[in-house]
């Protein structure tokens, strides 16, 4: 790989990678796209130096750390090394990644000891990030203790319901609904650190799809047979002489009980072996809220580096993949009814925007600066 310019020049020739056209038929305006193609399309370049599992969230699923959580939209920790390490980022230096995601960014520069700061909008991504940066300080010996008691034994009976939206009822079998509320509402009353207490609330978070009759698909979720939701529609169905709607089957649906526990132990192994290692002092910072607003409230002059894959712009709804998890952590209508806070539709030109307005270097005017892009 070769160091990217952060200004295009004017005699950098496009390469084959740009389009003449992007709306089908020119079905919407994209005189505003076809202008950054001009100008910043000789900067793209292809590369075989990664595979298929670098560049998603393949690679990270038996990853300490970046594994407690899936994440299926974001890239690999080895392809942020990678890319830090290739583009000459060192401790002392700061990266930007403005569509944060599962945090992978930030996570990988803590380790290193690189400064990192981040934007993410989904209440979801805040949890996963509060609880895996923490790592480094969790106290094993509580984190045992809340694995004793949830082997040993049985919460009391919750009176708080699921906090459910239209489009996630009927998502977990009666029984496994009452024992996630029962597990929440039980982890509150426990004596526990503010971090430990924390960890709890991400785990149950991190295993409502393994527990519940739906799965991932893309944007969407796929639907067990089995959910009252499918049932009283597939009914509907038949007596108006249509076909059944044919869902998934997931097979035995796991216990809370069971999953906590598989859970909270790989955390504490990862925790222990992480712990023996801690990294060099960095600073890493989530913003929460919108790139299309965040971002220009940032300083000029601060970031090295930016490594982010932007989000599919107005193609895909990421509340409706992290439905469960948005309406456990209580987001609630904001979901439907927000969706310029809550939805993915960033305009394209806020991304390709980016090395000007948010990535500014400290280095003298004649260096080039690094832009790591994942899309």
Not at 104 to 133: F, M
Request: aromatic share 8%.
């Amino acid at each position: 790989m070769q160091q990217l310019l952060l200004f295009a020049r004017e005699d950098l020739a496009l390469q084959s990678l740009t389009h003449a056209q992007f709306s089908h038929d020119g079905v919407c305006p994209e005189a505003a796209r076809m202008a950054l193609e001009q100008t910043y399309g000789g900067l793209l370049q292809e590369s075989n130096t990664f595979n298929r599992q670098l560049v998603s969230f393949q690679a990270n699923k038996t990853e300490r750390l970046h594994g407690w959580i899936k994440y299926r939209e974001g890239f690999s920790a080895g392809l942020v090394e990678s890319l830090l390490g290739d583009f000459g980022i060192k401790p002392g230096d700061t990266v930007l990644d403005p569509f944060a995601g599962s945090c992978t960014t930030l996570l990988v520069a803590q380790a290193l000891g690189v400064n990192a700061v981040g934007i993410e909008l989904l209440p979801n991504s805040h949890l996963a990030w509060d609880a895996k940066s923490r790592v480094y300080r969790y106290d094993l010996a509580e984190i045992s203790h809340v694995l004793h008691l949830i082997e040993s034994q049985t919460p009391p009976p919750s009176s708080r319901p699921f906090p459910h939206l239209p489009i996630t009822e009927s998502a977990f079998p009666p029984e496994v609904e009452r024992d996630l509320m029962a597990y929440d509402q039980w982890f509150d009353t426990l004596e526990l650190s503010a971090d430990t207490r924390l960890l709890c609330r991400f785990a149950l978070m991190s295993i409502l799809e393994d527990v519940s009759y739906t799965r991932k698909d893309g944007q969407y979720l796929r639907w067990d047979v089995r959910a009252e939701k499918i049932r009283a529609a597939n009914e509907r169905r038949r007596s108006q002489g249509l076909a059944p709607v044919h869902g998934i089957n997931k097979g035995v649906i796991p216990s809370v009980k069971s999953e906590l526990l598989k859970v909270l132990t790989r955390i504490r192994y990862d925790a222990q072996v992480l712990q023996r290692e801690p990294p060099p002092p960095s600073s890493q910072t989530l913003v929460r809220g919108n790139t299309l607003s965040e971002l220009p409230k940032m300083p000029p002059a601060v970031f090295d580096a930016v490594i982010t894959s932007p989000p599919y712009a107005n193609r895909y709804d990421y509340t409706r993949t992290y439905a469960l998890e948005l309406a456990y952590l209580g987001v609630g209508e904001g979901i439907s009814t927000g969706c310029g806070r809550i939805c993915s539709p960033v305009p394209s030109r806020i991304v390709l925007n980016l090395p000007i307005s948010g990535t500014s270097t400290r280095r003298s005017a004649g260096q080039p600066t690094s832009m790591l892009f994942s899309t």
